[in-house]
């Protein structure tokens, strides 16, 4: 019998979600999701009513939804692309804006290289210094679409809104991908440099610091131009790319500033405890303006402090890539989820030691 799968996607690596196991209740610091639920109006917005609207279609325009964000950003809602996660923004942004290839760091969110295979986009990695900066001069030699994410994934570490704007300014003739999906706790945000700079995209994501990760809603804010281009990719594949409940959610969640001002304030403080703490066992922790810490310690290998973790219930991310394989990526919790996960470090390091004596 033939593979009726076809034979360019046969060999295609996909992208590994975190793991998400059933065996046991886990401190979950693996995947990056809020540990606060979503704002209250979210709730009340998925009404009976709204539920019922089920039977309809969802708005193809997503147009109040796409009002909300723009209000909320400060630009129009021609200037707003709506998609089914973040991901899907940042698929329609490979398919059909890489033209003249693209580059990316060796080391950052690892859907950009999938996407780049799927879409047979000539793409280019560039290695992140040793110290895990970005090597912005390369960049800005390079040619093709620039896919950043800042802050990035999974070393947590920011360009400032100068240095990206270093880079838009180098080649007005090159698209400029910045996808700041964690941007929220504490980087610099550069859409307003979508107004001045035609060749910026901004990505952002609901995921992370509204809480909205099982609902998936990301966007994206650019140009009127690159914003009918992406419309077109959708009218292309799915027209009701964003269901009915999650364009409700996400209006509700944008709406509520207080409450988002409340939790990535929490996170970045519960952030700031874990960092200190960790720096007193000795651990190298970057300076993650993320809802994350990526750190890593010279007593123990860190796939072994990542199993040790699992054991005693809390889940990280461990990735093996050489460079990065001596750390962990470790998700910020609430401050009673960062307090165990400091004790079971030190359970971790204490029974190190035991074999190391014995
Ligand atoms: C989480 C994440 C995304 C994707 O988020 P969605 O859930 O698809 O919105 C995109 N980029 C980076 C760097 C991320 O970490």
Not at 37 to 60: F, H, M, Q, W
Not at 79 to 108: K, R
Not at 246 to 273: S, V
């Amino acid at each position: 019998m033939p593979s009726f799968f076809s034979s360019k996607y046969q060999h295609l690596e996909a992208y590994t979600p975190g793991e998400q196991p059933r065996d046991k209740a886990y401190i979950k610091l693996n995947t990056n999701e809020s540990p606060y639920p979503p704002a209250e109006g979210v709730l009340k917005a998925i009404s009976t009513e709204a539920v019922n609207d089920l039977r309809l279609y969802s708005d193809p325009t997503c147009l109040a939804t796409r009002k909300a964000i723009a209000d909320r950003y400060g630009v129009e809602p021609e200037n707003v692309f709506v998609s089914n996660g973040s991901d899907e923004s940042l698929a329609f942004l490979f398919m059909g804006f890489t033209e003249p290839g693209a580059v990316f760091a060796d080391i950052t969110y690892g859907f950009y290289k999938v996407f780049g295979d799927l879409y047979g986009v000539d793409y280019k990695e560039i290695p992140l210094n040793d110290d895990f900066t970005l090597p912005l001069d390369a960049f800005c030699r390079a040619k093709g679409t620039a896919f950043i994410a800042n802050p990035n994934a999974p070393t947590g570490l920011a360009l400032t809104t100068a240095e990206i704007e270093k880079l838009l300014h180098s080649d007005p003739d090159r698209l400029v991908v910045v996808d700041e999906a964690y941007v929220d706790f504490g980087g610099e945000t550069v859409v307003p440099l979508v107004k001045k700079y035609p060749n910026l995209a901004v990505v952002q994501t609901f995921s992370k610091s509204r809480s909205l990760a099982g609902a998936r809603l990301g966007f994206t804010i650019a140009s009127a131009e690159i914003i009918a281009g992406m419309d077109k990719l959708k009218y292309s594949t799915n027209p009701y790319n964003v269901n009915r409940l999650t364009l409700l959610a996400g209006k509700a969640a944008i709406e509520d500033e207080a409450y988002f001002e409340k939790t990535r304030n929490a996170i970045m403080e519960a952030r700031a405890y874990t960092k200190a703490e960790l720096e007193k066992r000795n651990f190298t922790v970057t300076d993650s303006k993320t809802n994350f810490l990526f750190a890593k310690t010279d007593k123990m290998d860190g796939g072994e402090l990542y199993k040790m973790l699992k054991d005693k219930g809390i889940l990280v991310r461990h990735f093996t890539a050489p460079k990065i394989c001596q750390y962990n990526r470790i998700t910020i919790g609430t401050m009673t989820e960062m307090q165990t996960f400091i004790a079971k470090i030190d359970e971790c390091l204490g029974e190190r030691e035991g074999t190391d004596h014995a």
